[in-house]
């Protein structure tokens, strides 16, 4: 291998990841630049808006964008194309969850079988050892348990451990979050400072091969380009106690917690409680109705800890934006599941959302909301 | 870190010779070679100076060469001219399943506007074979086109074959000879072929100019309207500075092409015996016995080409999957593919393309970083 092992830097185009590569070279270690191809914007030509720019993944200006920093700081630079896998792996599952009517999360099995399995592999490939990203978490070796740790990020705001969840002790240990004690005004304030070029580039926001965030177009689109005619699921939606208020077209546009685009007048504002992909239902009910105290988190996976065979306190997260709540973490049997039971009960439990349990900055692991 | 050149085929350092003879016209020769007066004539004397020398280079009559701006445009304007010229509006064409994209798309597009188009296979050694070709003709047949030489492969058409079977059934024979143009003798009338493109950058004269062989008598409609430059085949002012260039490189081409050819077989063939004895799971893709002398491509069994590229990339060495216009592709290499490859042998193959500048330590160096990456690159996929 080439003397020292590089360093393989996963380059979006953003300003996160720009500042890791250029704030590494700084550091003076030996860089490869990457950026991973996972989606072709131009093959749902539909759902590309015409000033179609910054801030989704994969267009040819973030490409560019990344490319341009790479020469800047003088790294080598490639573009590795992993479209295929993301559309199995990440793709393929979200739309198939969203049309079971449960409420996915994609970034978190790209992390879990792109970022950083494929791209690990590719900088395996490569001669690197260690992979950087400009996610907002921290890594750290313990040696009391023998475990790599993952800690929150010090920028609250920017915390992306939600998504992390399913690192294994394998990949952590190869992984370097070299922004996790930093907050996002020092990163710009940095980027500036080393006269990146995308230092004023906004922050890229939502799911980044949903356009606009709006899924059921992307279902609809997708699902048109594989040739497939979208089952139908239009059906009632439905009260708790069973009465009939209307009809919806389709329970992927739905997801538990929703208030707007529900069609129905009412005194009282009315929020989907759950949808039912058996009988395609969708039930609304009151906020209070969406209140729940316990649920089982399914294919945990432990990070911080090897796993509970006692009741543990942690504080739970069950969707990106919730602020993490009081819990008891119960074992539930076998191995990959526990019981959640809150303190309080806390609104919206949705199904295929992830539940990330911390103990104060320690993620501990996390698992499926089933 | 040094690195070393193993990507002539996806295009080539201007040769020195070539350079300062473009730089001095660039500088000195800028009239307009339609314009009357004394700077025309200059540029219109360098110009068909460049005409003879291409022309040359092909056995051609210089009348019978048409400047353009590159291999594509040449595709393009043959087949497009072609079908255009025969006034069939339900018009077939016949071309090889492993052509360039330049005539692929181009035939795509004709089947879009109403053509029929005939794909070729091609035989494990990447041969079209002309009893193929015979077969595939219908009365509404206007084109036959199949490249000299692969891009990927080096592989040399049966051209001759092809071009008589088609003027038996007076149909027009394009062949794309841009990997061919430079690295093996070129007779177009040996070959037979009405129309023949070529590409300055794949030998050795800058990006920007090429030029279509158009055999007098043949019919072709033009694909871009201006004036009157290129006996109506071309509009547009001509690229002097570039055409004189390809003039240089084409003569340069001509008196060391017998001498060089050896050569670089030589080179190849020292490469291809080490890389199959000192490295398991490889072979040569594509037959061995009639090929351009300077393109080698080796599958490496287990081992992912996209890898390899930036691993050999890193040590210094460049090399490429397949077509340059294809790297970051997703699916596997049509050629290898055509050839019966799997997706995955074609995914684990290299193209490997010798020129000027590539000496036998270069070579064996590039066999040594090949061992060592392909002995990791298997390694860490086992632990995968």
Known sequence: MPDAAPIAVAMSGGVDSSTVAALLVRQGHKIVGMTMQLWNQRRLPELVPENAGHGRCCSLDDVYDARRVAEQVGIPYYVVNFEQQFEEQVVKPFVAEYLAGRTPVPCTLCNNYIKFDRFLEMADAVGAHFIATGHYARVRYDEASGRYQLLRARDNSKDQTYFLFGLTQKQLARTLFPLGEMVKPEVRELAREMDLAVAEKDDSQEICFVPNGDYAAFLNAYLKDKGVEPQSTRGEIVTIDGRTLGEHQGIHHFTVGQRKGLGIAAREPLYVISTDPRTQRVVVGGNDDLLCSRFFARQVNWISIAGVDAPVRAQVKIRNKHAAAPATLHPAGDPGSVEVVFDEPQRAVTPGQGAVFCDGDLVLGGGWIG | ?384
Do not use: W
Request: charged share 20%; net charge negative; with cysteine.
């Open chain 2, 1 to 384: 870190m040094q690195h070393f050149y193993f990507d002539h085929n996806a295009t080539t350092p201007v040769a020195p010779e070539v350079l300062e003879t473009m730089v001095s016209c660039l500088g000195q020769v800028y009239g307009n070679a339609s314009s009357i007066h004394h700077f025309g004539q200059a540029a219109k004397q360098k110009l068909e100076a460049a005409r003879r020398q291409v022309a040359a280079l092909i056995h051609a009559s210089p009348t019978e060469v048409v400047f353009t701006s590159g291999g594509t445009e040449a595709d393009n304007l043959a087949v497009f001219g072609v079908v255009r010229a025969s006034g069939r509006s339900q018009a077939h064409v016949i071309v090889s399943a492993i052509e360039h994209p330049a005539v692929l798309a181009s035939a795509a597009q004709l089947e879009r506007e109403g053509a029929a188009v005939t794909h070729l296979p091609v035989g494990p050694n990447g041969t079209v074979d002309p009893e193929q070709v015979r077969r595939a003709l219908r009365p509404e047949t206007v084109l036959i086109s199949v490249m000299h030489a692969n891009n990927e492969l080096g592989v040399v058409e049966p051209i001759a074959e092809i071009a008589r079977i088609a003027h038996e059934a007076g149909v027009t024979m394009h062949s794309d000879g841009v990997q061919a143009a430079g690295k093996i003798a070129i007779d177009v009338d040996s070959l037979g072929v009405d129309l023949y493109s070529m590409s300055g950058h794949k030998l050795y004269a800058p990006k920007g100019v090429g030029a279509l062989y158009v055999r007098k008598g043949t019919k072709l409609a033009p694909t871009a309207f201006g004036g009157h430059h290129e006996r109506d085949r071309r509009p547009g002012t001509e690229n002097v500075p570039g055409i004189v260039a390809l003039g240089a490189a084409c003569e340069l081409a001509g008196s060391t092409l017998a001498a060089e050819s050896e050569r670089l077989a030589g080179l190849r063939d020292r490469f291809e015996s080490s890389v199959l004895g000192r490295i398991s799971g490889t072979g040569v893709n594509g037959g061995r016995a009639n090929r351009t002398p300077n393109t080698s491509n080796v599958y490496f069994d287990g081992v992912d080409g996209e890898a390899m590229v930036i691993a050999l990339d890193l040590r210094g060495f460049a090399v490429s999957t397949g077509s340059a216009c294809s790297s970051g592709a997703i699916t596997p290499s049509h050629v290898l593919t055509a050839l019966g490859l799997s997706a995955d042998r074609a995914r684990s193959s290299l193209r490997f393309s010798l020129g000027r500048s590539t000496t036998a330590e270069q070579v064996d160096a590039l066999v040594d970083a090949l061992e060592a990456s392909v002995a990791h690159l298997r390694r860490i996929s086992v632990h995968a």
